[in-house]
C-alpha cells in the first residue's frame, strides 16, 4: 500500500490522517482496535465541536475529521 487516499478503499494509513489533520489533533491507533483523535488545543464545549473522537475504522476517522473541519469553517449563527 502506497499511503496515498483512495476514495474507495478509505485514506491509507494513519500517517495519511496525521499529515492532513495533524496540525490540529493528535491520531493514534486504540488499545482495543480502531482509532481515537484528540485535539490538540482543547475547545469550549458552546462552539459544538468535538474534543476526543473515536472510529472503529481508518474510513470512518478520516469522515469524522472531515466533518469536524467543514464545522470548524461555518460561519458562526447570529
Same mark, same amino acid.
Given at each position: ?6 476514495? +474507495? ?14 496540525? @490540529?489533533?493528535?491520531?493514534? +491507533? ?10 490538540? @488545543? ?37
Amino acid at each position: 500500500m502506497s499511503g496515498a487516499p483512495d476514495e +474507495e478503499k478509505g485514506p491509507g494509513t494513519i500517517a495519511v490522517l496525521i499529515v492532513r489533520y495533524g496540525r @490540529h489533533w493528535l491520531i493514534s +491507533e486504540a488499545a482495543g482496535g480502531g482509532y481515537y483523535a484528540v485535539r490538540r @488545543h482543547s475547545l469550549s464545549e458552546e462552539g459544538g465541536l468535538s474534543n476526543v473522537m473515536c472510529a472503529s475504522t481508518l474510513g470512518e476517522m478520516a469522515r469524522r475529521l472531515a466533518a469536524e473541519r467543514e464545522r470548524e469553517n461555518r460561519p458562526l449563527a447570529e
